[in-house]
Structures are given as C-alpha cells and as structure tokens.
C-alpha cells in the first residue's frame, strides 16, 4: 500500500511538515524572547531541565548576585548552590563563569550584540567554543536574537523528524542540524517556525513514549505511524485535529 510516508522524499516531508505544522500551531514572529545574554545562559542552565526550574535557577542567580558582574565575583560553590534546581550545578556553575570571563575579557562588556555583524559559520565557531554550549544553544542564540539562518535542533524536534522520516534512523542531533537546514529556505522567519512547532510537538503530541498518533496531524507522512498502524483511514484522517487547542496545555515561547 502507498501512502505519503512511502512515496514522498526526506526533502518533501521536511517542506510539507512545516506547512502541515505551521497551520496547525499558527504562524510566530521571529522577535526575541529575551536579550542574548540571558538567552545564552539560560539555554545553558535548560539542559535536562524544565523550563520552570531553569527560570527558578537565572531569577535566583541574578537576585542573589546582582548582576553579571556579580555572578562572575561570586564563589563557584555559592553560584552552583543558588542554580541547584538544574541538573548538573556544580558542572554549570564554573562554566557559566567562564563565559562570561571570555566575554568581558573578548569585548569589554558583557555583550553579545557584536555577533549581529559576524558571519554565521563564525558566529557557530566562536560560541561553541565556550564551554557547554553546542551547537543546539548556539543556533538559538544566533536565530532567535540576530535573525541569523540557522536551525536548532534539540531532542524534541530531532525526535519528529527522524519518526517522519525527514531525516535517516542514525542521523545524530549534531548532524540533523545541517541536514534539515539544507532541505529548507535559508529564512530566518521559516526556521523559526520549523523549529518551533517542531518543538513543540515532539513535547506535546509526538511523545518519547506512547506519541499520541491519533491527534497527530502528520500521520500521513510519518514513517512511524505507516510502520505501526499502516497507512491512515479515511476515518482516522478525518477525526485528526486541525488546530492546537488551547485546552491541551500551554505552548511556551
């Protein structure tokens, strides 16, 4: 039996997820959720963390130390203690030290906004030799404050894309970031889109275990559904949601 998740190419998947997915979520601006710095450190402070307790984690660094200044003066272990909510404290905490001492050794001040006028290739290099940060942090750093065209691809968004089959089974993250990017428009505001609502679902409806198919809008695409419960019905087609609803959870930006 042919179906879309038999016939169409990684390339065509990829452009028809984003259509499929931006009708469904709705469309986003690319502004800035927060400032650079804030952006980068907080990305950081994310890893394996949930967002609530990695905004628990910047407010109580920033409250307790005062300032960037101060979070770089302050004592490693005092800092992993007032950043405990995360995982790995004592890991993070020298190392958001560390950038910012290469920061305000490099510019002056803690301040990212030189990256605005670098090119992108140079941008990804210089930030992802701090340490910690890879290329996931610093892509949405470069995307989401200076409009740069690149793509984060977190686990979420890795997760949908391989199930797809946008991209290969044994695709890495780290590789899945210049595969998908290839197969997409080189513009700022369609890769947000793409990595957000891609996000999104992995988070949402596309889950590490036991995915929710059924309200999944990419079922006729998704090589996973097609192996799983065969090419989708008329009737599953039909009963498939067309929008997010709101009474589903809340969608953070």
């Avoid at 450190?41 to 407010?59: G, P, V």
């Avoid at 290969?168 to 947000?192: I, R, W």
């Avoid at 990419?218 to 996973?224: A, D, E």
Wanted: aromatic share 10%; proline share 8%; with cysteine.
């Amino acid at each position: 039996m042919t179906t879309d998740a038999t016939t169409l190419t990684p390339e065509q998947k990829t452009w028809q997820n984003h259509v499929i997915l931006h009708e469904f979520y709705g469309p986003l601006p690319l502004e800035p959720r927060r400032p650079p710095m804030r952006e980068l450190i907080s990305t950081l402070l994310s890893h394996r963390t949930t967002h609530a307790d990695e905004e628990m984690a910047y407010d109580r660094m920033l409250t307790e130390f005062g300032d960037w200044e101060g979070v770089l003066a302050a004592p490693v272990g005092a800092l992993a203690h007032a950043i405990r909510t995360t995982r790995w404290p004592d890991t993070q905490a020298p190392r958001i030290q560390e950038i910012l001492a290469r920061i305000k050794a490099e510019q002056g001040a803690f301040t990212l906004d030189f990256l605005a006028n670098w090119q992108v290739e140079k941008g990804l290099e210089w930030l992802t030799a701090m340490p910690g940060i890879g290329l996931k942090t610093a892509s949405l750093v470069l995307l989401f404050n200076f409009q740069k065209p690149v793509l984060p691809v977190d686990t979420h968004v890795h997760r949908v894309a391989q199930r797809v089959g946008m991209i290969g089974p044994k695709t890495s993250v780290e590789k899945a970031h210049q595969v998908l990017l290839a197969q997409l428009p080189k513009d700022p505001v369609v890769l947000l889109n793409f990595h957000k609502h891609n996000y999104w679902h992995g988070q949402h409806i596309c889950f590490f275990t036991k995915p929710d198919c059924a309200r999944c809008p990419l079922k006729s695409l998704c090589n996973y559904y097609f192996e799983h419960y065969g090419a989708p019905t008329a009737e599953a087609l039909a009963a498939t949601p067309r929008r997010w609803e709101k009474s589903w959870g809340v969608l953070l930006h």
